[in-house]
């Protein structure tokens, strides 16, 4: 499960649970971040989890090697890219007002997913 060693996915995840806790605990409101980081943030560390995920199956039912070197291609995530923003943007600001659409979070969710392929996507046995 080389995505739990990557130093970047950690900082996505890190950065995203502070901004969380700042925005949400502590109310401390900065409007960038509280419009752009969680698009921005959210897709490599849901990717990461869906990652891990399907790697721990494949390790415990198919093969450690493949397991060890499992990675998306990039029309996976491009495709899972595109059904989060539709379902976040789209979809949560239907069913609630506490979400609201804003076309500028599609830009962070796909720059989210180009962080992904970039630094975190890689096999175990290409470091």
């Known amino acids: 499960m080389s995505v739990l060693k990557n130093k970047v996915w950690w900082i996505c995840m890190l950065l995203f649970?502070?901004?969380?806790?700042?925005q949400y605990g502590l109310f401390i409101n900065i409007p960038f971040l509280d419009n752009y980081a969680d698009p921005f943030l959210g897709i490599p560390c849901l990717l990461g989890l869906v990652l891990i995920e399907?790697?721990?199956f494949l390790d415990i039912y198919v093969?450690?090697?493949i397991a060890k070197?499992?990675?998306f291609s990039v029309l996976e995530v491009i495709v899972?890219?595109?059904?989060?923003?539709?379902?976040?943007?789209e979809g949560f600001s239907r069913w609630s007002n506490h979400f609201t659409k804003d076309y500028w979070d599609y830009l962070g969710y796909f720059l989210g997913a180009v962080v992904f392929l970039a630094f975190i996507n890689k096999p175990a046995s290409s470091k």
């Open 17 to 22: 649970g502070a901004h969380q806790i700042a």
């Open 63 to 65: 093969n450690r090697q």
């Open 69 to 71: 070197d499992y990675r």
């Open 80 to 89: 899972i890219t595109t059904v989060l923003s539709i379902l976040f943007e």
């Open 54 to 56: 399907r790697s721990f």
